[in-house]
């Protein structure tokens, strides 16, 4: 389920971790005292995550039957998967989620960032708070908010269309739905993503910008030729978190299920059908498969967007 | 690019130094900062008005009588009492699950950055392969394996999961490389002291900013946690407010409903307040932490 290459090709991202490698490497080769500080992670984590990992591949090859009982099946779990339409019709939608979603949050972060960076802010620091602050809301609560919110009986959106008049807000509609789980979602994590790229301008070194000053370069030009490169990295990292967060994309349609019911079916996401498909129906076999599957596709997209991503910076 | 002269230079460099502020910039920046504030003011409205006036009055403004005191009230009174007992159960999912997951990911990222060690390569592959795997994808496979162990609805199908923060660990691991000199812990050496003891007496000292930037994220993590208590756990008495909050939501409909919806907005207040609280007071450490990355360089 792990690819070897990529956390390796991540490491060497940092630019600060190669150096210390080369640092270490004088020392003795045959060391074990540094297990003494990563053997209680370790122990957890096989038991957490690779126990886990290894258990749903060993479910996904059986199934159980009402005559015959489990079988091991091969990868027939596999093949019904592929040819589900209800996992297929999940799993488009993730994808149209991912690709409108994560470009329009980044790019707001990115935006935010670099205006908070850009010291031409008066009170930068309360624009920081303040937009990382929904970040500290559990999401089940900022769904609730923005679920009462978006109800045309109590919330803003009726107050907006009796204002207008007609029902032009209509979130709980099939066209729109999408677009009302996607702004909750960009709500919660646009001010998370905004201090990762922050952090990271924190960084560049004064020298650079007076440098920079001193051939003349503007607030444009320093902002393409110092600080974006110097955020690939921020950029990577923030863009392969956003993936894995719409294909895991849970939360919100499940909670907002209860609200608008007739709109969001029991496999509106792969995680939904997953997880209905082991609580409400007893398929584990085959909700096992399927969280198996939305696993593979987010480590080998995240690992495209880490390749890109170094090439980019060889360049 | 042409040669700058003198004045141009000086005017320049004193621009970086205190360069003025721009209209336009605090008026973009402030409409951002509306849409994030938002939802927080109408939560924060809308839990002083009875269920009555929460229909048909403008969200954010108040309306009817005040009852913030009296919904707070009900909140910790209805169904016996239950919200102390989920905010309780929050509590300790937070401290047992937070901070273990602050300490493991701590005492790992520090001997990834500071020591060679056989099996090193494939602790980094298979970590940090483990943060492209979904959390969510685990825990349906989580369950079943927990449920044959017999550990599903008890606090540890909560806490033990949440000991695992592959993110903590790259950032402590990336902290420490550059915030803990090689060359103190060698002095260190000569001078005898064991591993444990240089790591608790002088290099913990130089990764708090870090620690504490793992342990905000893994308590929002924690206290957020929504999945795993919804498959985890059936008992009401061991539900964390998240789980306690959206059944409240959903007894508004199907049969026999009775909706409380002045209640799931109080409660929703009360569940934020103490994480924005711990997030603004960790702040201030936190922000010490990126001008002391930031100076660094």
């Known amino acids: 389920m792990t690819t070897s290459t990529a956390p390796l090709a991540g490491a060497r991202q940092g630019r600060g971790i190669a150096a210390s490698t080369v640092q270490e490497r004088r020392r003795s080769p045959r060391d074990w005292r540094g297990w003494i500080f990563v053997g209680p992670f370790m122990a957890v984590f096989a038991l957490t995550f690779l126990a886990p990992v290894l258990y749903s591949l060993f479910l996904s090859v059986f199934q159980t039957k009402l005559i015959g009982g489990t079988q091991f099946v091969g990868l027939d779990n596999y093949v019904q998967a592929f040819t589900d339409p209800k996992f297929l019709e999940g799993a488009g939608r993730v994808t149209l989620f991912l690709a409108v979603q994560v470009p329009v949050m980044l790019t707001l972060a990115l935006a935010a960032a670099l205006a908070i960076d850009s010291r031409r802010l008066a009170g930068a620091s309360f624009f920081r708070i303040g937009l990382f602050l929904p970040y500290a809301v559990p999401g089940v609560v900022a769904v609730l908010m923005w679920g009462f919110i978006y109800s045309p009986r109590m919330g803003l959106t ?3 269309n009796d204002l207008l008049g007609a029902d032009v807000l209509a979130p709980f509609s099939p066209p729109w739905i999408l677009v009302a789980i996607g702004n909750i979602v960009t709500w919660e994590f646009v001010g998370y993503n905004m201090l990762i790229f922050y952090a990271a301008l924190r960084t560049i070194p004064e ?8 051939d003349g370069a503007g607030q444009f ?56 498909l082991s609580f409400l129906g007893q398929q584990v076999n085959y909700a096992a498969t399927i969280a198996i599957v939305m696993g593979v596709a987010t480590a080998v997209i995240a690992y495209v967007v880490q390749l890109r991503g170094m090439r980019r910076e060889q360049r | 690019m042409t040669t700058p002269t003198l004045d141009r230079l000086s005017e320049r460099s004193s621009s970086w130094l205190a360069p003025r502020s721009s209209k336009l910039l605090t008026a973009a920046m402030s409409l951002f900062v509306i849409y994030s504030l938002l939802p927080l003011a109408w939560l924060t409205i ?6 009555d006036s929460l229909f048909g009055s403008f969200g954010l403004w108040f309306d009817g009588p005040f009852a913030l005191f009296q919904n707070i009230h009900d909140t910790f009174v209805y169904q016996d009492g239950i919200f102390l007992r989920w905010f309780g159960n929050t509590l300790l999912y937070v401290v047992l699950g937070a901070g273990g997951a602050t300490a493991l990911a701590t005492l790992a990222g520090y001997g990834l950055a500071k020591f060679v060690f056989p099996g090193k390569r ?20 989580t369950f079943l394996m927990f449920s044959q162990m017999g550990l599903t609805n008890t606090i540890w199908s909560i806490v033990i999961p949440s000991l695992i923060s592959p993110f903590g660990l790259y ?12 060359e103190l812990l060698e002095a260190a050496r000569v001078d005898g002291a064991g591993e444990l003891r240089t790591f608790f007496t002088i290099s913990l000292r130089l990764l708090v900013p870090g620690v504490v930037t793992v342990a905000l994220f893994s308590i929002v993590a924690t206290w957020n946690n929504y999945f795993l208590p ?3 756990l059936s008992d009401p008495n061991l539900f964390p407010l998240t789980i306690g909050l959206n059944q409240w939501n959903q007894q508004a409909s199907g ?25 603004l007071y960790l702040q201030r450490y936190w922000q010490s932490g990126l001008s002391a990355g930031s100076v660094k360089q």
């Open chain 2, 46 to 51: 809308s839990s002083t008005k009875t269920m």
């Open chain 2, 171 to 182: 950032l402590i691991w990336v902290y420490a490389v550059d915030s803990v000199p090689t």
């Open chain 1, 207 to 214: 020298e650079l910008y007076e440098a920079a000053a001193l």
């Open chain 2, 122 to 141: 494939g602790v980094f592959a298979v970590v940090l392969g483990a943060i492209a795997v979904p959390g969510t994808a685990l825990a349906v496979p």
């Open chain 2, 230 to 232: 919804l498959i985890m």
């Open chain 1, 221 to 276: 030009r320093t902002v393409r030729s110092i600080k974006l490169p110097a955020l690939r990295g921020a950029i990577t990292i923030a863009t392969i978190f956003s993936i894995i967060g719409s294909f895991q994309l849970f939360n919100e349609p499940n909670i907002l299920r209860s609200l608008a019911p007739s709109l969001i079916s029991t496999y509106y996401t792969p995680n939904m059908y997953a997880y209905n």
């Open chain 1, 158 to 160: 009726g107050n907006i």
């Open chain 2, 255 to 279: 049969i026999g409903s009775e909706p409380v919806f002045n209640l799931v907005i109080t409660g929703s207040l009360l569940t934020i307040v103490p994480i924005i609280i711990v997030f």
